[in-house]
């Protein structure tokens, strides 16, 4: 029952893509497909159109089929819909100078991280190194001991 319900399950997303969205010409098709993949489902919004079984899902594949078919580019497709949806639509956000936090933050905080365990480790070698015994405590410790 368990690897039925598993099998059942896995083939949902199979059944977001319906066989009549699907174009004659298989390079048409090739083309669209690979652009469903990159669109973001704005209901779902963690599932590409090509995933999603939403009813937004299927009228953007069917809008993505039909500009391929007038003869739209890729780009041109892709920015038909961002200008309709916005930046969000993109599964993976273009560099432009508003996603610049996007895209730098996670270099700027390898880079904090880096800095920060090179400062801490320095200040733990200059610690340990720095905290020797003199001769008089050194002593001491020896009288403390053989009593």
């Given at each position: 029952m368990v690897v039925f319900l598993a099998?059942?399950?896995?083939?949902?997303?199979?059944?977001?893509f319906n066989p009549n969205e699907v174009l004659s010409d298989p390079v048409l098709?090739?083309?669209?497909?690979?652009?469903?993949?990159?669109?973001?489902?704005m209901v779902c919004q963690n599932q590409s159109i090509d995933d999603?079984?939403?009813?937004l899902a299927r009228d953007l594949r069917v809008?993505?089929?039909?500009?391929?078919?007038?003869?739209?580019?890729?780009?041109?497709?892709?920015?038909?819909?961002?200008?309709?949806y916005g930046e969000f639509v993109l599964l993976k956000p273009r560099f432009a100078?508003?996603?610049?936090a996007?895209?730098?933050?996670?270099?700027?905080?390898i880079l904090i991280g880096a800095t920060a365990i090179f400062v801490f480790a320095r200040r733990r070698v200059v610690v340990s190194e720095g905290q020797?015994?003199?001769?008089d405590e050194e002593a001491r410790i020896r009288d403390l001991l053989e009593k």
């Open positions: 099998l059942l399950f896995a083939s949902l997303p199979a059944y977001a098709e090739a083309r669209a497909r690979g652009l469903t993949v990159q669109l973001r489902c999603s079984n939403a009813e809008l993505v089929r039909e500009r391929l078919t007038q003869g739209d580019s890729d780009e041109a497709v892709i920015d038909y819909v961002v200008s309709r100078v508003r996603t610049l996007l895209w730098g933050a996670p270099i700027v905080l020797t015994l003199t001769a």
